[in-house]
């Protein structure tokens, strides 16, 4: 929205620029651990306002202002024991891609309004916040697809959308609340105020139709146990006691056994329970085994393996008491933790590029299969930030083949300290889970933990940093959802239909220029 009223021509600089920082900590403030929902759309409004009439140059500026007061807070988690530069980083690289996203809707948006197409300018918006996501969940380094806008609302009325959508879908459907707020407010400080009726109705009934989706729950259930066993300190050491983080989870397990039901049939242990080896130290096998033998299930641990030669690797392991145990390899280490790609490059400006691992990727979607009363079903494994991209998750579930299923996610917070990033993991669990229509079992080293049902729903969530071990019964289901069956392509599509939006936008005002060589120098009314 660019206000036309009464207001000096060299203050509406001014209210871009406070309008794009006030975007950016809306945006911030709808994640956790604030939970404002509602101000995502609003974030997004008022982002649109600044940058729709601005072109390229303005947008981008503005973009990356909003950019910056959103990742910086919302991503301080990755700074709190490395320090202040990769945090900033981090935070620079994902504000880009908002900055380019501002920049192609202001270079766009205000060519399509000159030309009285003000539909598809308003289109740009939502589509951009699809395509902008899309590209950095995908680049560089297969992408950081953390702090999108669909992972905001898993406490929100829209969070439904995820089954039909994804979390791309959902992202989509936040954004046009945006959209169609920014339309009617501009409308009632521009004029006519009947046009601002419209869009504002059309916003609550987008607020209020996916309770109209229905979110099954239903199935047989089953028994599940997880164990938070935490750790002997927070932050980068927080294994520097390997041995004391793996007993935690012994002990754990050992007492969970003494009151577990009769009808248990799985335990879970956090990514990093055993950073010790159990494939290639004895001791730690043999407490892992007595853990499993206590609680009489399959046991799914977390651990680190030194293999292959000179690397290592993250892993699942299923112990059943028989044999070797079942083994899933994290598919998608994190770039800059868990390996630095170029290393040497990097290492010139940071000495923190030498505390990353060298974690090699798996070839092979997890699938650990359960016995049960009623038939055995798939536990499906995902690791630490494995729970963010689309394509793995969905995958995941894929892999199951149409059979009863659960996800499990495991995962170690104690490098991040008492801060929002275990909440922001956790709603993308719950987000997850509506979106695949399966229960999820969250569980960390230090919390926070829980069960997910697939409405998103939360039952014996725990607190941080401390021992705990709970127990739950999951909904097994089989269905494939809506959002499954459509896989990547609406979102493929809608990036498209954005970038076919900018290409026809440039169109026009080459155009226009053509035709009308003094075009006039004021801002064009989108709204």
């Not at 709190?80 to 380019?100: E, F, H, N, S």
């Not at 030194?306 to 390899?329: C, F, H, I, K, Q």
């Not at 936008?505 to 120098?521: H, Q």
Request: hydrophobic share 50%; aromatic share 8%; proline share 8%.
């Amino acid at each position: 929205m660019t206000y036309r009223g009464p207001v000096p021509t060299l203050v509406r600089p001014l209210l871009r620029v406070a309008a794009a920082l006030l975007a950016g900590l809306s945006l911030w403030l709808s994640f956790p651990d604030h939970d404002l929902w509602w101000l995502a759309p609003v974030g997004v409004a008022l982002l649109a306002g600044a940058t729709l009439t601005a072109g390229f140059w303005r947008g981008l500026g503005l973009g990356l202002l909003a950019g910056l007061a959103f990742f910086v807070p919302t991503l301080s988690w990755s700074g709190i024991y490395v320090g202040a530069l990769p945090w900033l980083a981090l935070a620079t690289l994902q504000a880009l891609y908002v900055a380019a996203m501002s920049g192609l809707v202001g270079f766009a948006g205000v060519r399509l309004a000159a030309a009285g197409r003000r539909h598809a300018a308003h289109a740009l918006v939502p589509l951009g916040w699809v395509a902008q996501e899309w590209a950095r969940s995908n680049t560089p380094y297969g992408g950081f697809p953390w702090a999108r806008l669909a992972f905001s609302q898993a406490d929100s009325p829209l969070a439904s959308v995820a089954r039909l959508g994804g979390a791309p879908g959902l992202t989509l459907v936040v954004a046009l609340v945006g959209t169609l707020l920014l339309i009617g407010t501009a409308s009632l400080v521009q004029g006519p105020r009947r046009r601002a009726v419209l869009p504002l109705v059309l916003a609550g009934a987008c607020l209020l139709a996916p309770a109209a989706v229905t979110l099954p729950v239903d199935g047989r259930t089953t028994t599940v146990a997880f164990v938070q066993g935490d750790v002997p300190q927070a932050g980068l050491d927080f294994n520097a006691e390997r041995r004391a983080v793996l007993d935690n989870h012994v002990r754990g397990t050992l007492e969970l056994a003494e009151r577990a039901p009769d009808d248990l049939t799985l335990v879970v242990w956090p990514e990093n329970a055993s950073d010790i080896d159990p494939l290639r130290n004895s001791d730690a096998d043999a407490v892992i085994r007595e853990a499993q033998a206590a609680v009489g299930v399959p046991l799914v641990v977390g651990a680190v393996l030194s293999e292959p030669p000179g690397a290592n690797s993250n892993v699942s392991l299923m112990y059943t008491g028989d044999g070797p145990p079942e083994r899933y390899t994290k598919l998608h280490p994190v770039p800059f933790a868990e390996y630095i790609p170029n290393r040497e490059f990097f290492a010139m400006f940071t000495p923190a590029a030498e505390l990353a691992g060298n974690f090699v990727a798996g070839d092979e979607i997890g699938v650990f299969e359960v016995p049960a009363p009623g038939g055995a079903y798939s536990a499906l494994p995902t690791i630490c930030f494995e729970v963010a991209y689309d394509g793995l998750m969905r995958d995941s579930v894929a892999a199951a083949g149409g059979s009863d299923s659960l996800l499990l996610v495991q995962t170690n917070n104690a490098t991040f300290g008492y801060t929002a990033e275990s909440e922001q993991q956790f709603a993308i669990s719950r987000i997850r889970a509506i979106e695949h229509g399966r229960s999820v079992v969250h569980v960390s080293t230090v919390g926070v933990s829980g069960f997910v049902a697939p409405d998103g729903s939360v039952t014996e969530m725990t607190d941080l940093f401390t021992p705990d071990q709970r127990v739950g019964q999951p909904v097994l289901r089989s269905e494939t959802t809506p959002s499954d069956r459509a896989g990547d392509l609406p979102e493929v599509l809608l990036s498209l239909l954005f970038v076919v939006l900018v290409v026809s936008a440039a169109v026009v005002g080459r155009r226009a220029r053509v035709n009308r060589p003094s075009p006039p120098t004021r801002d064009h009314r989108v709204a």
